[in-house]
């Protein structure tokens, strides 16, 4: 890590740099004298006939310590919706402030929104105070964004005491409400929101939810294919009141994972695409990424990529893959045969392994985190009985795991070799993907005996609506997913515990003495105004690479 810079291969910034502006200003905070611009009387709280209107909320993300990427979507008049390719040029002005009312305003600037960019606003915010919580809002002609809260990170040196982070993956649409997002909005106690991928799903009304129990439809209906597909599908979810609370609650740290393009996506097809329908899968994917990229608080890295480096002083690092872009197909699923050992194939390409262990040997930090999109820890459902396994096959696809890292097991074995052989403790591998939450040990090989030491650890959030054993089961019961956990467990004795049927969000609590997961669970997706509560407790102590039960949550 350098200076805190969320950088893939650590450069000073250049042109392939994910600081530098491209396209983008970077501002640098002024005095905090500054004077706020002037804004005529009677504003406009909705869109006007004619006038401009933010109805997409705000957000900020990637957060350093001298700065943050903010966010917005303006819609300059009612034909310019989003993925129209319509409206005009209009000038957007944001503002920092230090405190909600705006007195002391201590960075300001002014963006153009094009259609070419759906009218997506980006401003790379410099000159920002290490580890200090900002306020910041948008303006365009007499009409003002609400306010958002954001926080930039410590400082490299700085010794933090406690880091604190809502932790999400899976979120469809169709299938819930986002109840996770509104209750994560309502703390005040979080340094950012990481969100492991699936932030939106590609499928077309009622291909993915569970026998047609549609809660909620979105837009478009069909299947996301083209760039204007994609956009208002993007544009969708950010009407979602509570996906919106979350965004202007705390930054976002976000990478994707396969349904941000389609299904079991790899570098060269997905799943569900075929050329006769969707085009080329080159033109899918630039379309895929180019709206990730207008509507999302992410910095583009190298290569148009997630993968980049977060560093929270000494206490911590995190390392955000992007397991999508580089990977080979999945391999296929043959009885009897670990069809995952196979040299030539690979799940973060080249490049990316290497700076990923580079980063982790050159950490000088307490803790490192990786936030990897899919399960690292292997999973066999060998002791699973027949009819819950054709459940998790429908749930997974037939290949169950092989999507994870169980379908790269070479390069598995050359982190894992890595972390053992270089004697790096306390990495911490986060997840989603899989619809189920799970705390586990990570072994060096597939099977952890009594005797043979784990070499990291890792925490799997469960989804935040996307359907999981529970709703997708045969003969959906209590029962029956008590049997599928006793006997996930019984087959992987590393999984230290599992829930199979919940939907909710992850919070992460760190500190020099140990890292803990608390798994909260929705009360039910379906309503609107669910409530949450901890299910389970897992905290991993420094030094130790293993999970044990933690006794009680942390507090807020």
Known sequence: MTNGRATPQDPAPDSRSPLSPRRRTVAVA??????????????????????????????????????????????????????????????????????????????????????????????????????????????????RSRAGRTRTTSAEDAAVRNLRFGVVSCSHYEAGYFAAYRHLAARTDLHAVLHLGDYIYECGTGEYTVAGKIVRKVQPEQETVTLADYRVRHAHYKLDPDLQALHAAHPVIAMWDDHEFANNAWSGGAENHTPADGGTWAGRVRAAKQAYFEWMPVRPSAEGTTYRRIGFGRLADLHMLDLRSFRDRQ????????????????????????????????????????????????????????????????????????????????????????????????????????????????PLRAALSPQAAPVATEFVVTSVTSPNLDDISLVPSVEVSLRANAAIRRGNPHVRWLDTDGHGYGVLDVDAERVQMDYFVLSDKADRDATAEVRCSYRTRSGTQRLEKADTPVRP
Do not use: C
């Not at 979507?73 to 319509?86: I, L």
């Not at 040029?89 to 759906?118: I, L, Y």
């Not at 290490?130 to 002609?141: H, I, L, N, Q, V």
């Not at 690292?376 to 092989?402: E, H, N, W």
């Open 331 to 442: 391999p296929p699923r043959v009885l009897g045969r670990r069809v995952g050992d196979d040299p030539g194939r690979t799940i973060t390409g080249r490049a990316q392994l290497d700076w990923l262990k580079a980063g982790l040997s050159r950490s000088t930090a307490r803790w490192r985190m990786v936030g990897t999109s899919v399960m690292i820890a292997p999973l066999a459902f060998d002791t699973v009985p027949a009819d819950t396994r054709r459940s998790l096959a429908k749930l997974l696809g037939s290949g169950l795991t092989l999507d994870q890292w169980d379908g790269y097991t070479d390069d598995r074995r050359e982190l894992l070799t890595h972390l053992r052989d270089d004697r790096i403790d306390n990495t911490v591998f986060l997840a989603g993907d899989i619809h189920m939450a799970f705390a586990n040990d990570v």
């Open 30 to 143: 002024t005095a905090a004298s500054a004077v706020l611009l002037p804004l005529s009387n009677g504003l406009l709280g909705a869109q006007s006939d004619e006038g401009p209107a933010f109805l997409h909320g705000v957000a900020s993300g990637d957060p350093l310590p001298e700065g943050v990427l903010l966010w917005t979507r303006v819609t300059p008049s009612r034909e310019a919706v989003p993925g129209s390719g319509k409206g005009a040029p209009v000038h957007v002005t944001w503002e920092v402030a230090e405190d909600e009312e705006f007195a002391t305003v201590v960075a300001r600037g002014t963006e153009k929104a094009h259609a070419s960019a759906d009218h997506t606003v980006k401003a790379d915010v410099r000159g920002l105070r290490p580890d200090t919580s900002y306020w910041f809002r948008f303006s365009a002609g007499p009409v």
